[in-house]
């Protein structure tokens, strides 16, 4: 009997540590490249002397990487599983950063080639897989879990802007220095995915949320009608097209204050010592965003919350347009890394909720490859306009306004109905 017992024991639950690791990752992947190519854009401007709209041009290679890799990431996935798929991610992140150490300015042309394999690192080695796992793992706390998830990139942005400002500023270090930082952190994060991530609680016999497989309940397992939705079902319908509009509401400011916001600043009269501040009051707001998004989001719908975080970095790119003073730049940035964080959990989170965890991969793939075309326009949009203005005010004003638009739309909008359900319907109303 005892040792009937011992077999039944349950084997504790692996999903909070597998969401330890992916949130390492997402320090190691995706924050620190992402802050170490924002924060050392002056310095690269400088010695290559780009042009503003060039600069656009870089940050736009980065955004259309991330995002149309998007697809591909999610055949990956389905043909190789989570793990390996990150494991491609960091060697492409750590083959990249350390060819940007070797850059002259004669070879300056191939920096947007090394900035697109930056981008496609981020898709394969944090960003898709990660929040793959994450869905795969948990449903009850799949908002809080997602949440954590994401606060790993705004911790790591957080403390990234002042270690690279550290490593540069050291004596004979200069900008490449910041990027051997960054091949150590891949080097670092190849060996987490291969030891510490696993695919999905199948593979352990567990559950979402914990559990034995055989204890499976239909709350806690994948719904029946998750295995309804197709990407032509979700894209055919209209709640699928208002997530799009909101998604492009926060990914153009998103994107243009990641590209362009560190110059901005510069502009505006700031040291690079309060751009390295600013950034990281950015990411602080944006951490609390998301905690807060993913505790409240287990009690009412994260559109709602989606829909107050795209008025919240509306304002915020307003401020950021013209701010003049220390306390007014610092209120603009943390409402803009807070709302465009908060967002990021919310779209994340109304996709898995509205369209389950089966197809989530190919849609949140596809969602990302459309938004990433708006991500990556958008800074060449800012900086061709500031080229010819010597401004960048009107660009913020008119992204301000599409961010409400899509606060609109989002707050607007009902749960989709499952094909079937809505067939049911169309059927009996015939």
């Given at each position: 009997m005892v040792a009937g017992l011992t077999s039944?024991?349950?084997?504790?639950?692996?999903?909070?540590?597998?969401?330890?690791?992916?949130?390492?990752?997402m320090i190691l992947n995706e924050a620190l490249p992402l802050i170490t190519l924002t924060n050392l854009a002056p310095y690269i401007t400088e010695e290559f002397a780009l042009p503003r709209s060039q600069v656009g041009l870089i940050f736009a290679f980065y955004s259309l990487a991330l995002g149309l890799s998007g697809p591909f990431c999610a055949y990956f996935i389905?043909?190789?599983?989570?793990?390996?798929?990150?494991?491609?991610?960091n060697i492409v992140l750590l083959c990249a950063a350390l060819a940007i150490t070797t850059l002259q300015t004669g070879s300056a042309l191939l920096l947007p080639i090394l900035v697109l394999l930056i981008g496609i690192s981020a898709a394969f080695g944090s960003a898709i897989p990660g929040q793959t796992a994450v869905t795969r793992w948990f449903v009850r706390h799949r908002s809080w879990a997602i949440a954590i998830f994401l606060a790993g990139g705004t911790v790591g942005g957080l403390i990234s802007p002042h270690i690279i400002r550290l490593v540069v500023e050291a004596e004979g270090a200069g900008w490449r220095a910041g990027w051997m930082v960054v091949a150590a952190a891949a080097a670092v994060a190849i060996f987490v995915a291969?030891?510490?991530v696993i695919d999905d609680p199948e593979k352990v016999g567990q559950t979402p949320d914990g559990g034995?497989?055989?204890?499976?309940?239909?709350?806690?397992?994948?719904?029946?009608?998750?295995?309804?939705?197709?990407l032509r079902t979700a894209f055919c319908n209209p709640a699928m097209w208002a997530v799009l509009i909101a998604g492009f509401g926060f990914i153009v400011i998103y994107h243009t204050f990641n590209s362009h916001g560190?110059?901005?600043?510069?502009d505006l009269g700031f040291s690079q010592s309060m751009v390295a501040t600013c950034f990281s009051v950015a990411i602080a707001a944006g951490f609390s965003g998301q905690m807060l998004a993913g505790w409240v989001g287990q009690k009412i719908s994260p559109r709602l919350i989606w829909a107050i975080a795209l008025i919240a970095e509306a304002a915020g790119i307003v401020l950021f347009s013209w701010a003049t003073s220390a306390a007014t730049l610092l209120l603009a940035v943390a409402l803009i890394g807070g709302g465009g964080a908060t967002s990021m959990v919310s779209m994340i989170t109304t996709i898995g909720?509205?369209?389950?965890?089966?197809?989530?991969?190919?849609?949140?793939?596809?969602?990302?490859?459309?938004?990433?075309?708006a991500g990556a326009l958008a800074p060449i949009l800012a900086g061709t306009w500031f080229d010819v203005a010597g401004s960048y005010r009107m660009v913020f004003y008119a992204f301000a306004?599409?961010?409400?638009?899509?606060?609109?739309?989002?707050?607007?909008?009902?749960?989709?109905e499952p094909p079937s359900k809505r067939k049911t319907i169309g059927e009996g109303q015939e």
């Open positions: 039944e024991r349950v084997r504790p639950f692996s999903g909070w540590r597998v969401l330890a690791a992916l949130w390492l990752l389905a043909r190789i599983g989570v793990r390996w798929t990150l494991v491609i991610g291969i030891f510490l034995r497989e055989a204890d499976a309940s239909p709350d806690i397992a994948a719904a029946p009608w998750e295995s309804e939705w197709t560190a110059l901005h600043i510069r909720n509205w369209f389950g965890r089966i197809i989530y991969p190919a849609i949140y793939g596809t969602v990302n490859a459309i938004l990433s075309i306004i599409i961010c409400l638009i899509g606060a609109l739309v989002i707050f607007r909008v009902s749960r989709p």
